[in-house]
């Protein structure tokens, strides 16, 4: 039995679904009312201004205005074909929106639809909530399955230029976004800093990341990332314009409470650095004077130049207060046990005890004024004092910073997927 609704209302059941078919009253510019049909399986919303439904066969055909709902998507379009036995159809060139915590919008050609994976043809996508996007993802084909969005044969517009081309592209909602990162220090000069991962399995991931800079070191890296159930592995490869070949592991494992964390990285070049390092962190909790956060941390590092040999043994313990959402004060003891004839490889901190200081300043329009430091009182004194500038829209945050204690300007450029 094949039922073709337009303006009435119906309803059948069957073993499959509930058909529910009507006319909604929605007020329209010229005081009138607009006529839909809505009809409901077990995993699609349909509505539409006409509708057409095999009983037998359990095919829906739709068209006119046609918004179409799979969990958290909502594609609209002028027509599409459906089986509610198979849970599979195709529609026809449409707009649409992934719902997430930044959502993500699409339109393309046509649509594929099974009942685990959503397949979309010459695609253009993109995160930027404006109605001419800063920047957006052209790609060949798309599918989407879950939380994950896969893009094949991609090229990455801003502001409608072509800038980038990737042969594929995965983009977890759950989890990080690729990373674009473009800068200039009046150290290291130029610099383009990247982060890029493509599935392998469902829970790993190929990983290639790279930062590069015209006067400082350079490096690319290229490894493998696994994740399950709050366990964390990421295991890189990297190839270094000053030391050359270097390996990298880091395991991290994360629950509400804890993180706890430990590396290992070993550089191949004569008398290569070597470290070892593991922290737990208690993560902040509330309390009526603030938030805390408490840290344990142990480190091994050593390095060889010439006759003479650097690094040793350090353990320590770090105290996060944070009164404000945006101000953090930190105090960071580290202790070596080695001797201090021995040297040491610290660059951010020093030994014994460091004060940490960062206050954000919001002051409209998207602006924020920074204001970070690090001071030793023990030995070196001040090794940070940084005053920031930065501008963030829904896509982009600039920033300008000077390190009075190094003399060093930084400016920079971030993409946000």
Same mark, same amino acid.
């Given at each position: 039995?094949?039922?073709?609704?337009?303006?009435?209302?119906?309803?059948?059941?069957?073993?499959?679904?509930?058909?529910?078919?009507?006319?909604?009253?929605?007020?329209?510019?010229?005081?009138?009312?607009?006529?839909?049909?809505?009809?409901?399986?077990?995993?699609?919303?349909?509505?539409?201004?006409?509708?057409?439904?095999? @009983?037998?066969?359990?095919?829906?055909?739709?068209?006119?205005?046609?918004?179409?709902?799979?969990?958290?998507?909502?594609?609209?379009?002028?027509?599409?074909?459906?089986?509610?036995?198979?849970?599979?159809?195709?529609?026809?060139?449409?707009?649409?929106?992934?719902?997430?915590?930044?959502?993500?919008?699409?339109?393309?050609?046509?649509?594929?639809?099974?009942?685990?994976? @959503?397949?979309?043809?010459?695609?253009?996508?993109?995160?930027?909530?404006?109605?001419?996007?800063?920047?957006?993802?052209?790609?060949?084909?798309?599918?989407?399955?879950?939380?994950?969005?896969?893009?094949?044969?991609?090229?990455?517009?801003?502001?409608?230029?072509?800038?980038?081309?990737?042969?594929?592209?995965?983009?977890?909602?759950?989890?990080?976004?690729?990373?674009?990162?473009?800068?200039?220090?009046?150290?290291?000069?130029?610099?383009?800093?990247?982060?890029?991962?493509?599935?392998?399995?469902? $829970?790993?991931?190929?990983?290639?990341?790279?930062?590069?800079?015209?006067?400082?070191? *350079?490096?690319?890296? #290229?490894?493998?990332? *696994?994740?399950?159930?709050?366990?964390?592995?990421?295991?890189?490869?990297?190839?270094?314009?000053?030391?050359?070949?270097?390996?990298?592991?880091? #395991?991290?494992?994360?629950?509400?409470?804890?993180?706890?964390?430990?590396?290992?990285?070993?550089?191949?070049?004569?008398?290569?650095?070597?470290?070892?390092?593991?922290?737990?962190?208690?993560?902040?909790?509330?309390?009526?004077?603030?938030?805390?956060?408490?840290?344990?941390?142990?480190?091994?590092?050593?390095?060889?130049?010439?006759?003479?040999?650097?690094?040793?043994?350090?353990?320590?313990?770090?105290?996060?207060?944070?009164?404000?959402?945006?101000?953090?004060?930190?105090?960071?003891?580290?202790?070596? $046990?080695?001797?201090?004839?021995?040297?040491?490889?610290?660059?951010?901190?020093?030994?014994?005890?460091?004060?940490?200081?960062?206050?954000?300043?919001?002051?409209?329009?998207?602006?924020?004024?920074?204001?970070?430091?690090?001071?030793?009182?023990?030995?070196?004194?001040?090794?940070?004092?940084?005053?920031?500038?930065?501008?963030?829209?829904?896509?982009?945050?600039?920033?300008?910073?000077?390190?009075?204690?190094?003399?060093?300007?930084?400016?920079? #450029?971030?993409?946000?997927?």
């Amino acid at each position: 039995m094949i039922i073709k609704l337009l303006n009435m209302k119906v309803m059948v059941l069957v073993s499959i679904l509930t058909f529910v078919a009507g006319i909604s009253a929605v007020a329209a510019d010229e005081g009138g009312v607009s006529e839909r049909v809505i009809i409901t399986g077990e995993k699609i919303h349909i509505e539409a201004d006409q509708l057409t439904f095999d @009983t037998e066969t359990g095919v829906v055909e739709a068209t006119g205005s046609v918004k179409v709902t799979i969990d958290d998507m909502v594609y609209y379009t002028e027509s599409i074909t459906y089986d509610m036995q198979k849970a599979s159809g195709v529609m026809t060139s449409f707009n649409g929106t992934v719902y997430s915590e930044r959502n993500v919008k699409l339109s393309g050609a046509s649509v594929a639809l099974s009942e685990d994976i @959503t397949t979309i043809s010459e695609v253009n996508l993109t995160r930027c909530e404006l109605d001419n996007p800063h920047y957006q993802f052209s790609a060949k084909e798309v599918t989407i399955a879950g939380k994950k969005i896969r893009l094949e044969r991609v090229v990455l517009r801003i502001k409608g230029v072509p800038v980038f081309y990737l042969p594929r592209l995965i983009m977890d909602l759950e989890r990080k976004m690729p990373d674009v990162r473009i800068g200039y220090s009046n150290d290291d000069g130029l610099k383009y800093a990247f982060d890029y991962f493509a599935e392998l399995t469902a $829970h790993s991931n190929f990983l290639f990341s790279g930062d590069l800079s015209v006067n400082g070191e *350079s490096v690319l890296g #290229f490894g493998l990332e *696994s994740t399950y159930q709050g366990l964390q592995n990421r295991l890189e490869f990297q190839y270094s314009s000053d030391t050359e070949w270097a390996f990298k592991d880091e #395991f991290a494992f994360e629950d509400s409470h804890w993180l706890i964390a430990a590396d290992v990285f070993h550089d191949f070049s004569s008398g290569g650095e070597t470290q070892y390092g593991a922290k737990a962190t208690r993560k902040y909790w509330e309390t009526s004077w603030g938030s805390w956060q408490i840290s344990v941390l142990a480190r091994e590092a050593t390095e060889t130049e010439g006759s003479q040999k650097y690094g040793g043994f350090y353990t320590g313990w770090q105290v996060d207060y944070k009164p404000h959402p945006n101000v953090v004060l930190s105090s960071l003891r580290i202790d070596s $046990h080695s001797s201090r004839d021995y040297g040491d490889l610290l660059e951010d901190y020093d030994l014994g005890d460091n004060w940490l200081y960062n206050l954000d300043v919001p002051v409209g329009d998207g602006y924020v004024i920074g204001v970070s430091g690090v001071y030793n009182s023990d030995d070196a004194g001040w090794i940070h004092q940084i005053f920031s500038v930065s501008k963030e829209s829904c896509c982009f945050k600039t920033e300008i910073s000077y390190d009075h204690a190094e003399d060093s300007l930084e400016l920079s #450029f971030r993409v946000k997927f």
